[in-house]
């Protein structure tokens, strides 16, 4: 079992920065691919950026290439996503996952809100 909960969510302006953090329970943390996926009210959750179990490779979403960086630490057991150039559209509900099998995510996070105001 793996929980996960995340942090850092707020109020920014267009153009502003945040960065979320994602805490995991469990000695097992580094055996997990981990992701950042968002959804906003009345679209379906969709994804942000994963990366591995190494932090060695990452993926990002179109949508946010270039402007977000996603980054784990094994020893202290976190995910974070640095958000910068943030846009109105970002505005979300923010989930973390974790996933043995890649493409398969196996533990998520209750969310975290990012509203972006114009």
């Known amino acids: 079992q793996v929980q996960l909960v995340e942090s850092g969510g707020g109020l920014v302006q267009a153009g502003g920065s945040l960065r979320l953090s994602c805490a995991a329970s469990?000695?097992?943390?580094?055996?997990?691919?981990m992701g950042w996926f968002r959804q906003a009210p009345g679209k379906e959750r969709e994804f942000v950026a994963t990366?591995?179990?190494?932090?060695?490779?990452?993926r990002y979403a179109g949508s946010v290439q270039g402007r977000f960086t996603i980054s784990r630490d094994n020893f202290k057991n976190t995910v974070s996503l640095q958000m910068n150039s943030l846009k109105p559209d970002d505005t979300a509900v923010y989930y973390c996952?974790?996933?043995?099998?890649?493409?398969?995510?196996?533990?998520w996070g209750q969310g975290t809100q990012v509203t972006v105001s114009s």
């Open positions: 996952a974790a996933g043995y099998y890649r493409g398969n995510w196996d533990y």
């Open positions: 469990g000695r097992t943390f580094s055996t997990y691919n």
């Open positions: 990366v591995d179990r190494s932090g060695g490779s990452t």
